[in-house]
Structure formats: C-alpha cells, structure tokens
C-alpha cells in the first residue's frame, strides 16, 4: 500500500515510521510505532515480531497498514493524546464523540493512556441533552468508569423526558450488550420513579400542614406542584424541593421542620444514579446506597 492509496496522510508525528489507513474515508494518520506500542498492548503486538506488520517495520524501518472498521476521527484524537500532542486535543467532546473514542480505547486497550483525557471529557455539568447523557453513560460502562457512569445515569433519571425505552432503541446499533442496555432502561425508570415518589411525599407533608391551617391558596399552589411532577416534566432541584415542602409561613408555625425538610432535600439531584457494577451483575464489588435500586431484578 502506498501513500497515494489515501485520502490524504495526517502527520501526527512528522517523523513517524508507522501510517495507519484508518476507516472507510482512508485517513491516513502518521505516528511513532514506539508510542502506540507503549501504550496499548494490542499495538504492541501487531507491531511486534509475531506479526507481519511488525516484521516488515522491523525489515524496513517503516511500516503501514489499514485499519478500515476504526473511526479516524475517534482513533486521531486517541492518537494525539498519546503523543501529547496537546494542541490538537479538544477540550470538549459531544456525547457521541467521546463514545466512538471509548470503544477503539477499549479495543486497543489505551485505558491507562487515556485515562487523564477522559476525566476532562467526563465534565457532565450542564449537559441536558437525554442522547449525549445516555451515550456518556454508554461510553462510562465500556471503560468501567463506576463514578461517570453513575453521573450520567443520575442526570437521565433527572432531566430525560419520556420513554428511556425510546434512548434504548435509538442507539441499539452501538454494539453494547442489548440485554445490558434494556437492564439499563428498566432500572432508570424504576429510579425515576422511586425520584417522583420521594419528591410526591415531600409535597404531600407540606400539603398537609396546609389543610390543618386551613390555608386554600396555599394548598392550591401545592396541588400544583404534583402536576409539575408528570412523566413528560424534569424532576425539580433540590432548593426548589426544599422551597415547595417548607414554605416560610411553615418554618416558623412548626420548629425543627426547616431541619428535617433540609436533610430530606439535601443533594437530591447529585443521588440518582445507577450502580455500573450491579448493572453488569459482578459479583464481588461493595455494594453501598448507590446500589440500592440496581439490585432489584
């Protein structure tokens, strides 16, 4: 294969003795054999001497070949990262870049390489969007990160609207375990709803200091409250919570109620995920709160 076999050569090392023809567009991409070889055991053994990709290297100093199922963007940006070839690594990635990256990190085994990238990726603050969420906590489960994953799933159960079905279905082609993937579904609403119970209780107590005092307007407002809380709606966070079950005229008619409503609201958006580990049913992890929900089978 020759260089005019490409698209075109992307020099990611200048002086590189290694061309990976990466995917269907044939992105040529040039780097140093040492540095994927250091890096990702199945590297290192295509370029090693078992194989004839490694020989030819070995015979000529150079080599190149084509790795034509691979994403070239995913595998570009892997591969500068590796190089510390910091100017050309992005600082954000979308949900469905940082997935195509998660799966050739995990079938090149680039796990430890990668891993200082993928806690800048894994930045979910702010990310509302229900098709990036699910494909971060996809691309979580594939690279055994327990607490992105956890992340990610606490956002679905609080911001997704309609069906986790649905999400399941839309990215049924990612080449994750389908029986995992419906699991994954079937535990999200299951906590969705456990979510909207608790939030439900809040405003019933609060609804029922109101009809002791006899207060209409303020009971109206409340039974407003549970409407906000449809199937369709973003569940509520926690100050908000906190404002609904403990009104002002509340906190001074009944003391230490402030108190309890606190810690009843308190970091309600921040413990609604699902444990990775009980949703891959392994055995032998410490099970804590967090896997309170992923256990029920």
């Known amino acids: 294969m020759s260089e005019r076999d490409y698209d075109r050569v992307l020099d990611i090392a200048v ?74 690594v992005p600082a954000t990635l979308t949900g469905e870049q940082l997935y195509e990256v998660a799966i050739l990190t995990d079938k090149y085994e680039f796990h430890r390489a990668m891993g200082l990238a993928f806690h800048l990726w894994f930045q979910l603050d702010g990310i509302r969007d229900s098709s990036d969420l699910w494909l971060l906590a996809l691309a979580a489960s594939l690279l055994g990160e327990e607490t992105y994953f956890y992340a990610a799933t606490s956002a679905l159960v609080l911001h997704h609207k309609g069906s986790y ?77 906190y404002n609904i079950g403990c009104p002002v005229e509340l906190r001074a008619r009944y003391p230490g109620y402030e108190e309890e409503m606190r810690r009843s609201t308190e970091g309600w958006e921040k413990n609604n995920g699902l444990c990775l580990w009980c949703l891959l049913d392994v055995k032998d992890h410490q099970h804590d709160d967090r896997c309170k929900t992923s256990r029920q089978k």
């Open 15 to 88: 002086d590189g003795d290694t061309i990976l023809v990466v995917g269907p567009d044939k992105k040529g991409l040039r780097i140093h054999s040492l540095f994927a070889r250091t890096t990702s055991p199945v590297f290192n053994a295509m370029l090693g001497p078992s194989f004839a990709e490694g020989q030819q290297l070995a015979k000529d100093g150079r080599v190149q070949f084509a790795l034509p199922e691979d994403n070239s963007d995913a595998l570009e940006i892997i591969l500068n990262v590796i190089h510390s070839r910091t100017d050309n």
């Open 165 to 241: 079905l649905d999400l399941a279905k839309k990215h049924e082609d990612k080449g994750i375990d389908q029986g995992v993937v419906l699991q994954m579904a079937v535990l999200l609403a299951e906590k969705r709803h456990s979510v909207l119970a608790g939030a439900l209780n809040l405003g019933a107590q609060s609804i029922k200091r109101s009809l002791l005092r006899g207060d209409e307007l303020d009971t109206a407002w409340h039974c407003g409250f549970t409407n906000y809380l449809s199937p369709d709606s973003p569940i509520p966070n926690s100050e908000y919570l």
